[in-house]
C-alpha cells in the first residue's frame, strides 16, 4: 500500500500520470477475430461466418435453448441494468454515542483510536 505522506493528488489540466488516451479499444486477438468472422463461410458461400452463428443461435434460441435466448436478447436490447437497494440513512453522531452509552467525549475518543488503527493497517498494507 501506498504511503499516506507521500501521496499527490492529480495535478490540473496536464498530467503525466494520466492515461488521456484510454484503454485500447481492440487487442490483436479481437481484431483477427473480426477479420475471421467477416470473411465468406466456405460451407455457404453466400453468408459470411458470422451470418451463419447468428443464423445458428436464433435456431438454438427457438429450439428453446434458454442461454441462446439469453445472448439473442442480451446482443439486441443490451443487458438489464443491475439496480441495488441502498438505505442509506445519515444519524447524528451524538444519538449514536448516546445509544452506544457513551458520552460524547467517550465516543470522539473511540472514533480517534479507530482512525488512527484504519490508517495503521493501511500503511501496514
Known sequence: MANLKTLKPFKKGV???????????????????????????????EETI????AKTLIQLALS?????IK??????????????????????WRS?????GLTEEEFIDESKLYVAELEASLIRE
Open 15 to 45: 498530467d503525466e500520470r494520466r492515461n488521456t488516451a484510454g484503454r485500447p479499444r481492440l487487442t490483436k486477438l479481437t481484431d483477427a477475430l473480426r477479420q475471421q468472422i467477416s470473411a465468406t463461410n466456405p460451407d455457404a458461400s
Open 50 to 53: 458470422a451470418e451463419t452463428i
Open 64 to 68: 428453446g435453448d434458454v442461454q441462446a
Open 71 to 92: 445472448e439473442v436478447f442480451d446482443r439486441c436490447e443490451g443487458r438489464p441494468k443491475q439496480s441495488l437497494d441502498l438505505d442509506v440513512s445519515v444519524q447524528d
Open 96 to 100: 449514536v454515542a448516546s445509544g452506544a
